[in-house]
């Protein structure tokens, strides 16, 4: 059931945001199967016991490798996939937390959130970008050289 209530969210999650960026209404549910893919990468590679920051390294990978694929079969820009996608990513939750952290002068605690929102943030960058030069690295091979 767990794994249900997590998909079912995460689609959730993703394409309400789609809608507060004005996707089209045909993408919307695109948007939602990117961001549970995303998800369920990053659930059960944390289930496997696998520290949080590469599985949300993988998971952003998986974001941005399903919206370039998607932006190329329905012919629109990828960040309306991947922006919307990486939404069930964001740590939210902790940055509020390190947030009341400072705020009621914990500041070992909000440090240490602090830190791990940063960390966090940061791997969602790297996952993106690596799937960037990835998938400009498959589309180099594919093009035949000119000369």
Not at 31 to 44: E, H, L, N
Not at 132 to 147: C, G, M, N, S, T
């Amino acid at each position: 059931m767990t794994i249900i209530t997590n998909m079912l969210f995460s689609f959730l999650a993703a394409a309400s945001f789609g809608i507060m960026f004005n996707v089209p209404k045909s993408l919307l549910i695109k948007c939602g199967t990117v961001g549970m893919a995303g998800w369920m990468m990053y659930y059960f590679l944390s289930e496997n016991n696998v520290d949080p920051l590469p599985s949300t390294v993988a998971a952003a990978f998986t974001i941005a490798l399903i919206g370039h694929v998607y932006a190329r079969v329905y012919k629109t820009p990828v960040i309306i996939f991947t922006i919307a996608g990486i939404i069930p990513l964001v740590p939210g939750g902790t940055a509020y937390r390190a947030m009341r952290s400072f705020v009621q002068n914990d500041y070992n605690t909000a440090i240490n959130l602090a830190a791990k929102a940063f960390m966090i943030s940061g791997s969602i960058a790297l996952g993106l970008i690596l799937s960037d030069v990835f998938y400009q690295l498959i589309l180099r091979k594919k093009a035949p050289a000119e000369k």
